[in-house]
């Protein structure tokens, strides 16, 4: 039950990242290039990627190698 409830989490986390994603790459190919140069959406994209992956990664060795109780909690 633990394994469906965060595989669920991850589910959620994953489909808002790909709506933030979608969002500001169709504001950036409606508005064009002022609104993409003026947040350098084509910036912020791999970082964003490159960020969420390091702490996905980090979290995961944690909950892995660090088992307390409150590590396990998704809310935290």
């Known amino acids: ?13 994953a489909l808002l990242f790909g709506i933030g994603i979608g969002t500001a790459g169709l504001a950036a190919h409606l508005l064009g290039p002022l609104l993409a140069s003026a947040f350098a959406v084509h910036e912020l994209i791999p970082t964003a990627l490159v960020f969420f992956a390091v702490a996905a990664g980090l ?4 909950n892995r190698h660090w088992p307390e109780d409150w590590t396990y909690n998704p809310l935290l």
């Open 1 to 13: 039950m633990m394994l469906l409830r965060i595989l669920f989490i991850w589910f959620i986390q």
């Open 59 to 62: 979290g995961w060795f944690g």
